[in-house]
């Protein structure tokens, strides 16, 4: 086999394992490289976001709300379960086959689609050379035309709360639990610490969650972030905000959490604690001193709008470059990258990312907050609508949250979308593809939705806009 390749790419996360695929259908001769050995002992493909992220977390979400569901809820809709009881090892297993089935498919797409697969350590080093390392320690040196960073990231370490094993851990053994912790705590109110915190408080752990800042969720809009923290404070998760952790002391009580917070210095005993405090770069072995590329203060790569390195031909992709730690952002990037190798010109928009929390309800958004307008001095128009007047909301016996529309006061035209509620997720991704038309209210609010459907709280919210929403109470608008 030649070592010559059009394409190299290191890591097959979302965005090197997209990137990869795309460069193999466009006609390119292309390799991806992977270091990741997952919990069978052999390399696995998908990087974080199939083995110890999106979808690990998702199945115990999704599995933590179905017990919440036949514990609490079914009974209201006439539907009787008698006793119910969570198996936490059989839970773990099959949210492990659900990995497996979607890491498996990874390998299954690079062989039908003729990407070769190195199971290893990459570095690139100069003129767009990469070293190998196999997992036996074995070393050769490819060479290509292109070569595309994917290297992802790890989670953060603060020193006042050291790992231990199984006892303070992050995301990746917050998804290992082999039984529910009695007390819970988490470092961290963001996206993994609601995250993880609502599994195992589903499941019946006493969840407390300290989080530094004042704000709760400061990147969301603040009125849906308000009512996020009562519906989650509602299903006992304990959110302190303005504490800082200042140790972490494994004892045979428990763990003893020191922090400070307005009252003064405290302490919390749980039986394990989760850090989840944010993501950083993964560069460690990325680059040779020769490879004409370094990280900034923060650890990233410098990209342009094209995910360009000031090095020609090398581009760099996924959470180690600017924007957020996203799984679809870094897909998106990969793709484009591996179309711009090809000869076309697509581009990432930005502007409509979307961002998904995936509590009950959900908290998702795309575009600005009603918070960032203001401070951007742009005149807007708000349309809100609950879900409790939703009729399918009502019907499924799932009515919290709302949806919220912000449009340019002079042109209409849709500038954010924030919505907490029933498969938010879902409902955002129209915002999505109204945002990317260019869409105003007006259009949004001219569409036909299904009845009865959750996104029909979209179309009242979008009609709300200009007053015009047909369940709410608006007598006196035109
Ligand atoms: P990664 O997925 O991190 O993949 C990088 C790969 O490169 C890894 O396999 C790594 O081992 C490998 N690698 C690194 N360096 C080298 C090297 N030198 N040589 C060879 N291989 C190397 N995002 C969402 O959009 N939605 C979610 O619901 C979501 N949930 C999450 C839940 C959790 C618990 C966590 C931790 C993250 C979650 N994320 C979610 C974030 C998402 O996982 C990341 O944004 C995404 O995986 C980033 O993709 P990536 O391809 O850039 O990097
Ligand atoms: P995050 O940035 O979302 O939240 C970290 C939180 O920890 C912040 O609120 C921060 O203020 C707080 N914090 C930082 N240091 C602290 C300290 N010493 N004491 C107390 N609080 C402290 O990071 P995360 O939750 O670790 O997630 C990492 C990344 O993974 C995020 O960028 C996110 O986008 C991605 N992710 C996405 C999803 C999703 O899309 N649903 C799910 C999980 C993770």
Redesign the pocket.
Known sequence: MSNNFDVVV????????AAAIRCAQLGLNTAC????IGKDGQPT??????????I???ALLDASHKYVEAKNELAEVGINTGDVSVDVPKMIARKDEVVAGLTGGIAGLFTGNGVTSFA????LLSNKQVEVVDHDGGTQVLAAEHVIL??????VDIPPAPLTEGVVVD??GA?EFDSVPGRLGVIGAG??GL??GSVWNRLGAEVTVLEALEDFLPMADQRIARDAKKILSGQGVDIRLGTRVTGAEVTDAGVVVSFDDKDGSQTLIVDKLIVAVG?RP?????LDPDSGLVVDDRGFLAVDDTCATEQAGVYA????VRGP??????TEE?VMVAERIAGFKPQVNYETIPS?I?THPEIAWVGKTEQELKSEGVEFNAGSFPFAASGRALAANDTQGMVKVLADAETDRILGVHVLGPQASEIVAQAVIAMEFDASAEDLGLIMFAHPTLSEALHEAALGVSGHAIHMMNRKRK
Do not use: F, Q
């Open positions: 290191i890591g097959a996360g979302p965005a090197g394992y490289i992977d270091k990741s493909l998908g990087g974080t976001c199939l083995n110890w992220g999106c690990p977390s998702k290893g350590t990459g570095k994917a290297p992802g990231s790890v989670p995301s990746t998804l996206v993994i995250e993880l993501r993964y560069t460690d072995e990325l992709v996924g959470d180690v730690m996203l799984a679809h952002k870094g990969g998904v995936y």
